[in-house]
């Protein structure tokens, strides 16, 4: 017996037995195969002393996700000078605590964040293929399709308060400024851009001439902003969003970015040019997942450290 339009079972058979291992392998191995990704950024002054900074983004936790818990946690051995958490910790309502917990060993050093969209409102079940569809269509969150409704609030309020009281800066939509080993470093941030919360009107005028180094920092990593922040002048914009394309081709990588970004671009280190400006650009393909699409393929998990180091 041959299966319909001549294809033998047996081949069927083994194509099904093929994916059904690929998917075991992307749910059950990948996606919790966290990595470390280091970079090293030269922008910082002449003479002065490398920063590590820990980016961590894309959390997505889940209650019960012990294994991802612990190796956030671990991350505070290597002691970076500071933190920055480029957004969507959660994608679960009852993980705050969770969330909390894991990120608190490395809430014991300075940091800044800013928020996406799946820290205010709890994921949708989705087709994967719709991203292809509106990457085709040119559509990219709130810039083309209609506004969410009927989602899930999620309780973001407690997990900015204790971001709070360990001292990290909240960026959205605003600047601030730390001190470390008697460098100035000023961050400018911009909440999230994939739901067009995105102000850059209120945070523009460009790096502060009295800081060593400027820094903008946003979740979704959409041209408008990179624009922004390159034109403006700063050295470096750290986001996150893409996940790296979660599902990637291996020897050709990723099909989708979730924002107008090319996929060339959709995780490490690279450049963004505006005019006769060039900004370094350092997308974290983050640790978790949709919860609805726990898989990665291609695109361990990961978080990045940093070195920022002297100009050559």
Not at 218 to 230: E, K, N, Q
Request: overall charge neutral; glycine content about 10%.
């Amino acid at each position: 017996m041959r299966a319909r339009f001549g294809v033998p079972l047996k081949v069927t058979a083994v194509g099904a037995a093929v994916g059904a291992a690929g998917l075991a392998y992307a749910a059950g191995f990948e996606a919790r195969s966290f990595r470390l990704r280091r970079v090293t950024v030269p922008v910082l002054p002449h003479g002065a002393r490398p920063l590590r900074v820990l980016q961590v983004s894309d959390i997505h936790m889940v209650s019960g996700q012990r294994k991802k818990r612990a190796w956030l946690q671990s991350l505070a051995g290597l002691r970076p000078d500071f933190v920055v958490n480029t957004g969507d910790n959660l994608s679960d309502p009852e993980a705050v605590p969770e969330v909390l917990d894991a990120l608190g060993p490395l809430m014991e050093f300075p940091g800044v964040y800013v928020f996406g969209s799946n820290d205010y409102y709890g994921p949708k079940l989705r087709n994967p293929a719709r991203y292809l569809l509106e990457k085709a269509q040119g559509k990219h969150g709130l810039n083309g399709n209609a506004p969410a409704v009927g989602v899930v609030h999620n309780p973001w309020e407690p997990m900015r308060d204790a971001f709070d009281e360990a001292g990290w800066l909240n960026l959205s939509n605003t600047r601030g400024r730390l001190t470390l080993d008697g460098l100035e470093l000023a961050f400018t941030g911009l909440d999230d851009p994939h739901i067009k919360r995105d102000r850059y009107a209120e945070v523009q005028g460009g790096p502060e001439t009295s800081a060593d180094l400027s820094i903008g920092v946003v979740h979704a990593p959409y041209l408008r902003s990179l624009d922004a922040f390159t034109a403006d002048g700063y050295p470096l914009v750290l986001a996150g969003h893409t996940h790296g394309g979660q599902l990637c081709i291996p020897f050709y990588g990723a099909l989708v970015t979730n924002c107008d970004l090319d996929t060339d671009r959709v995780k490490g280190l690279s450049t963004h040019t505006v005019g006769d400006r060039r900004a370094y650009l350092h997308v974290s393909a983050g640790c978790g997942t949709n919860r609805y699409t726990p898989v990665r393929f291609a695109c361990p998990p990961e978080a990045t450290l940093l070195t920022l180091a002297p100009k050559a």
